[in-house]
T-cell receptor
Framework: EPEVTQTPSHQVTQMGQEVILRCVPI?????FYWYRQILGQKVEFLVS????????KSEIFDDQFSVERPDGSNFTLKIRSTKLEDSAMYFC????????????FGSGTRLTVV | AQTVTQSQPEMSVQEAETVTLSCTYD???????LFWYKQPPSRQMILVIR??????QNATENRFSVNFQKAAKSFSLKISDSQLGDAAMYFC????????????FGAGTRLTVKP
C-alpha cells in the first residue's frame, strides 16, 4: 500500500527559529496538502498545492508559512520565526485529484516550540 | 463556507455492540463527497468510509456503514460489532465537487470501546 511519508516524526525548536517539515507524497498523486492539529483540537486546513503552486490557503497560512516542492518528490512546509502557538501535529496529505477519493495522510510531525 | 459539525465530543460502546457517531454539515453545493476518518493513538489519519452525495445508497465497508440523509445534511457513521481496535478519534469530513479542493473536518468524536 503506497504511503505518504513525513519526517521528522517529532521536532523541538526554539521560539523564533525556522523549521522545515518534510513530506514525500504518493508518487502518482497530483494534489498535496498540509493540515495541522493542535493537541486535542480539530484538524485544520492550512494549504493545498497543485501544479507547483498554491491552489488554496486558509487564514492560518499567513506570511510565516511557505510550501515548496523542490525536487518533484518532496513537499515541504516551512515555518519562519516559530511561535509557541505553532506547536501542533502537522499532517501532510496527497490525493489523486479525483474528489471522490479521500486523502492519504502521512503519520504526522509533532512540532513543539519551546 | 462549508462547515462540518460533530456534536458528540465523546462516545463509548461495549465491545460487540453497535454505536452511531453523528455528523452534520452545511453547504450550498449539490455535489460533494463525505468521509469518515479514524485517528488512533498512533495519530495517523485513516480513511474509514466515503460517500458520494449523488448516490442515494448508503456506503458500507465491512462493519462500518453510513446513514446519509442529504436533505437533512446528515452523515452518521455506524460501527457494528465494535472491537477494541475501533477505539480512536473519528473525524467527519466534507470535500466539495466544484469549489475548493481541500477537505474540511469536524471537531471529532472520541470513541471508547469497553471490554
Amino acid at each position: 500500500e503506497p504511503e505518504v511519508t513525513q519526517t521528522p516524526s517529532h521536532q523541538v525548536t526554539q521560539m523564533g527559529q525556522e523549521v522545515i517539515l518534510r513530506c514525500v507524497p504518493i508518487s502518482n498523486h497530483l494534489y498535496f496538502y498540509w493540515y495541522r492539529q493542535i493537541l486535542g483540537q480539530k484538524v485544520e486546513f492550512l494549504v493545498s498545492f497543485y501544479n507547483n503552486e498554491i491552489s488554496e490557503k486558509s487564514e492560518i497560512f499567513d506570511d510565516q508559512f511557505s510550501v515548496e516542492r523542490p525536487d518533484g518528490s518532496n513537499f515541504t512546509l516551512k515555518i519562519r520565526s516559530t511561535k509557541l502557538e505553532d506547536s501542533a501535529m502537522y499532517f501532510c496529505a496527497s490525493s489523486e485529484g479525483d474528489r471522490a477519493h479521500g486523502y492519504t495522510f502521512g503519520s504526522g510531525t509533532r512540532l513543539t516550540v519551546v | 463556507a462549508q462547515t462540518v459539525t460533530q456534536s458528540q465530543p465523546e462516545m463509548s460502546v461495549q465491545e460487540a455492540e453497535t454505536v452511531t457517531l453523528s455528523c452534520t454539515y452545511d453547504t450550498s453545493e449539490s455535489d460533494y463527497y463525505l468521509f469518515w476518518y479514524k485517528q488512533p493513538p498512533s495519530r495517523q489519519m485513516i480513511l474509514v468510509i466515503r460517500q458520494e452525495a449523488y448516490k442515494q445508497q448508503n456506503a458500507t465497508e465491512n462493519r462500518f456503514s453510513v446513514n446519509f440523509q442529504k436533505a437533512a445534511k446528515s452523515f452518521s457513521l455506524k460501527i457494528s460489532d465494535s472491537q477494541l481496535g475501533d477505539a480512536a478519534m473519528y473525524f467527519c469530513a466534507y470535500r466539495g465537487f466544484y469549489n475548493n479542493n481541500d477537505m474540511r473536518f469536524g471537531a471529532g468524536t472520541r470513541l471508547t470501546v469497553k471490554p
